[in-house]
Nanobody, 124 residues
Framework: QVQLVESGGGLVQAGGALRLSCAAS????????MGWFRQAPGKARQFVAA????????YYTDSVKGRFTISRDNAKNTVYLQMNSLKPEDTAVYYC?????????????????WGQGTQVTVSS
């Protein structure tokens, strides 16, 4: 099993920045890729970004390209999501996820473990 704990959410004004962190523990050798998803009230969970742990290859949904950056710290078993130029439409609960597959995936069903989520609210 892999446990994931997110942190770093909060309230920020439009144009501001936040950095989310997701610390992995447990059988971390099992997880080969990690991702971030988000879910706004009344909407489906949406892919945001992913990273392959071994190669560092990154994947982004179009709406965050150029604004968000996903990265990892191998020594800390932690993945980060740096979010800049935030918009009100970025408001959602952000979830960290991990999967056994080697590459990042855009699909939530490909992920094996999930965190509890952290709220990000962007005011206009």
């Amino acid at each position: 099993q892999v446990q994931l704990v997110e942190s770093g959410g909060g309230l920020v004004q439009a144009g501001g920045a936040l950095r989310l962190s997701c610390a992995a523990s447990g059988r971390t050798s099992s997880r080969k890729a990690m991702g971030w998803f988000r879910q706004a009230p009344g909407k489906a969970r949406q892919f945001v970004a992913a990273i392959s742990w071994g190669t560092g290859s990154t994947y982004y949904t179009d709406s965050v390209k150029g604004r968000f950056t996903i990265s990892r710290d191998n020594a800390k078993n932690t993945v980060y999501l740096q979010m800049n130029s935030l918009k009100p439409e970025d408001t959602a609960v952000y979830y960290c996820a991990a999967r056994r597959g080697y590459s990042g995936s855009y699909y939530s069903y490909d992920y094996d473990w999930w965190g509890q989520g952290t709220q990000v609210t962007v005011s206009s």
